[in-house]
Every structure is written in C-alpha cells, then in structure tokens.
C-alpha cells in the first residue's frame, strides 16, 4: 500500500531578528519578527499565535557541587495573539519573571524559547521559534589563551573577551 500526497511549496517564511540586547530579571522583554513572501512581498494582517516557555539552565559546576538536584521543568509564561503590521512586522512583549524556586547564588540561567505560528489570509501557516537568556548576572567572560606558552617569547598574547547571555559580544572595562 502506497500513500501519496501533495506536495505544496511554502510561500513565505517567519523570522526572528536577533537579540543583541542585555537582559536583567523583570526586564520588559520585546522580541521583534517578520513574515516575509519568497517573491518578496510582505504578508500583511497575518494571524499570529505565540508562546512563551521558561527553562531553567545551572552552570556546568552546579551538577558537581548539587549532584541530587531536582531537574527543574519548563512553564508556560505567556500565550496569545497579534498580527502583523502594513510590514509584515511584529512584536511579542512579555516579561523576564525568574523561578523563585531557583537560588540566585547558583548563577541560574533562564531561558524563554518564544514560538511564534503565522497563519496568512490563504490559511498557509509558517512557524519559527527563539530563545531569549536573562540571568541574576548579565554577561560572561572567556579567557583566551594559546595552548603552549613560550616563558622566552615576548610576544605571548592573552585576551579576555565578553559576551552577554545570548552569545552576542559586549563590550566591557576591567580594573
């Protein structure tokens, strides 16, 4: 027995912009997207339902220092609907709320995977989803550093470099 089927080619994508903004907790957070036609054109006054979930991620040695942890689930933050605009743009706005069951001395890191269905005036629907990172702690910091080190070279070179929470690079000034 053999089914087939239609096969319909999609006339538009979704998309989310990335996020290059720092985050704190209870920050209003605005995630900005688009529905754009493959020929080009904007899908205008488009139905959007969204999502927004919460998950929780410890840094690497909070499983070693707490190995009996319970593994926190995801929650549903926010739900809802919009449309798009003359553009095809659209904006989710919800707020960074924390798990109080999560210790901030732990250095938690939450993140909020945003899901977004577009759904055109033809009934085609195109989804896409993102995350958003907001901590007790805004950025984080790499050294950089050669594998081997020559005490007799001069030249050695060492760099530090920062990044907010969502990979994005941020600049920042030590003392």
Do not use: C, M
């Amino acid at each position: 027995y053999i089914s087939v089927e239609e096969y319909k080619r999609p006339k538009f994508e979704v998309t989310f912009k990335p996020i290059t903004e720092t985050y704190k907790i209870n920050d209003s957070i605005t995630v900005k997207g688009s529905a754009i036609a493959f020929a080009g054109s904007t899908i205008s006054n488009a139905k959007i339902k969204y999502r927004v979930h919460r998950k929780i991620q410890f840094p690497r040695w909070f499983y070693w220092y707490q190995p009996n942890s319970k593994v926190l689930e995801r929650q549903e933050i926010i739900h809802g609907e919009a449309f798009t605009d003359a553009q095809g743009n659209f904006n989710i706005i919800f707020r960074a709320i924390p798990d109080k069951s999560a210790n901030a001395l732990d250095l938690p890191i939450f993140t909020y995977e945003i899901s977004a269905a577009v759904t055109d005036i033809n009934g085609e629907t195109r989804s896409t989803k993102t995350d958003v990172k907001v901590g007790y702690h805004s950025l984080t910091t790499q050294l950089i550093i050669e594998d081997k080190i020559d005490k007799n070279n001069k030249g050695n070179s060492i760099s530090i470099e920062s990044r907010n929470l969502n990979n994005e690079f941020v600049t920042a000034k030590g003392i």
